[in-house]
């Protein structure tokens, strides 16, 4: 019998980098990800629409659990205020345990000033009962975080050329 609740993982990644920064990479720059983490991200192409517009459809292609990956995503929501973002899969590998998948990073400074904090949601709904819970794509999104984290900070001490 098919499951029909809608089910949610959540988790936090303190990182040092700025939360606009770490917005503007998922809004405006996916393609540029596997820069930051090649071993996890080969590549994001969009496939309809513009760059950090909601209805926009892209194509991710990474790594998860030791195999090449797609997924199909559409841009469903934009808040630039809140630093928040949110895919829908509506094609590819994430859909074939589950009916339904949305991913929502939200990046908050933190008070201190100092770096900021992640948020990640996944709300989805799967297919049947004995569907696992997408925990390791929780920790997957954890560790590309902290991979983006470096990254970021990195092109914060790049040294501009003197004209």
């Not at 998922?26 to 996890?40: E, G, V």
Request: hydrophobic share 35%.
């Amino acid at each position: 019998m098919p499951s029909s609740d809608i089910c949610k993982l959540e988790t936090d990644v303190e990182i040092k980098a700025s939360a606009k920064k770490f917005h503007d990479m998922f809004r405006h720059k996916p393609h540029h990800i596997h820069h930051a983490s090649s071993d996890k991200v080969q590549g994001c192409d969009l496939l309809e629409g513009e760059w950090g517009q909601v209805g926009s459809v892209v194509c991710w292609k990474f790594f998860y659990e030791g195999k090449a990956k797609v997924s199909k995503e559409i841009v469903e929501a934009i808040d630039e205020e809140k630093n928040l973002i949110t895919f829908k899969p509506i094609e590819g590998d994430l859909l074939e345990h589950y009916k339904s998948m949305n991913f929502t990073i939200q990046a908050t400074p933190k008070t201190d000033g100092k770096g900021s904090v992640i948020h990640w949601t996944i709300e989805y709904e799967k297919r049947h009962d004995e569907v696992p819970d997408p925990h390791p794509m929780i920790e997957y999104l954890e560790d590309l975080s902290k991979d983006l984290d470096v990254h970021l900070l990195q092109d914060i001490y790049i040294a501009k050329p003197q004209i």
